[in-house]
T-cell receptor, first 114, second 112 residues
Framework: AQSVTQPDIHITVSEGASLELRCNYS??????LFWYVQSPGQGLQLLLK??????LVQGIKGFEAEFKRSQSSFNLRKPSVHWSDAAEYFC????????????FGTGTRLQVTL | EAGVTQSPTHLIKTRGQQATLRCSPI?????VYWYQQALGLGLQFLLW???????NRGNFPPRFSGRQFPNYSSELNVNALELEDSALYLC???????????FGDGTRLSIL
């Protein structure tokens, strides 16, 4: 069965600094990978997805992620963080060759200092 | 375009009662998913409905059940409520099994 690991529970960055959130997955074939963001009291918003093709994917709000098969990673990056980016970020993998039945990581809580 | 809508926003029940949560998918989406986000347990897949059929379920007891209606909206029913059922229940929808899921804001279920 697939699994997702987000090794960082909590990250603090200064506004304007760059950000990288780590995600490692365990999956036998080419996975369907996602990053979602959750603000307090709200649902999940899709930031970006990787299904196939170009390993560098662009998302909303200036985020990007790079799929690295050799490292089983799908790290999320942003060159300059804004205070409004403070939220919890979840990496997820879809069930066998699909985007259904998502398995989520435990999340990384991002705090942004001014 | 309206997003995924869930009702009610909050639901308070006591142990042993039954709860019904509702979800309306994005227009044109035929797949509906349910997830539980419980404190300390993270986001866990509950159920997947597509074209009115249950396609997959997560590792939850049978007292968690649901259905999908002809208009693709869905209900999640939880019977014989237990304290550990307290959680945020999130509904998501997608156009197909190979399309990204879009989430609603959830129903917070509290068991007293």
């Amino acid at each position: 069965a697939q699994s997702v690991t987000q090794p960082d529970i909590h990250i603090t960055v200064s506004e304007g600094a760059s950000l990288e959130l780590r995600c490692n997955y365990s999956y036998g074939a080419t996975p369907y990978l996602f990053w979602y963001v959750q603000s307090p009291g709200q649902g999940l918003q899709l930031l970006l997805k990787y299904f196939s093709g170009d390993t560098l994917v662009q998302g909303i709000k200036g985020f990007e992620a790079e799929f690295k098969r050799s490292q089983s990673s799908f790290n999320l990056r942003k060159p300059s963080v804004h205070w409004s980016d403070a939220a919890e970020y979840f990496c997820a993998v879809g069930a066998t060759g699909t985007a259904s039945k998502l398995t989520f990581g435990t999340g990384t809580r991002l705090q942004v200092t001014l | 375009e309206a997003g995924v809508t869930q009702s009610p926003t909050h639901l308070i029940k006591t142990r042993g009662q039954q709860a019904t949560l509702r979800c309306s998918p994005i227009s044109g989406h035929t797949s509906v998913y349910w997830y539980q986000q419980a404190l300390g347990l993270g986001l866990q897949f509950l159920l997947w409905y597509d074209e009115g059929e249950e396609r997959n379920r997560g590792n939850f007891p049978p007292r968690f059940s649901g259905r999908q209606f002809p208009n693709y909206s869905s209900e999640l029913n939880v019977n014989a409520l237990e304290l550990e059922d307290s959680a945020l229940y999130l509904c998501a929808s997608s156009q197909d099994w190979d399309q990204p899921q879009h989430f609603g804001d959830g129903t917070r279920l509290s068991i007293l």
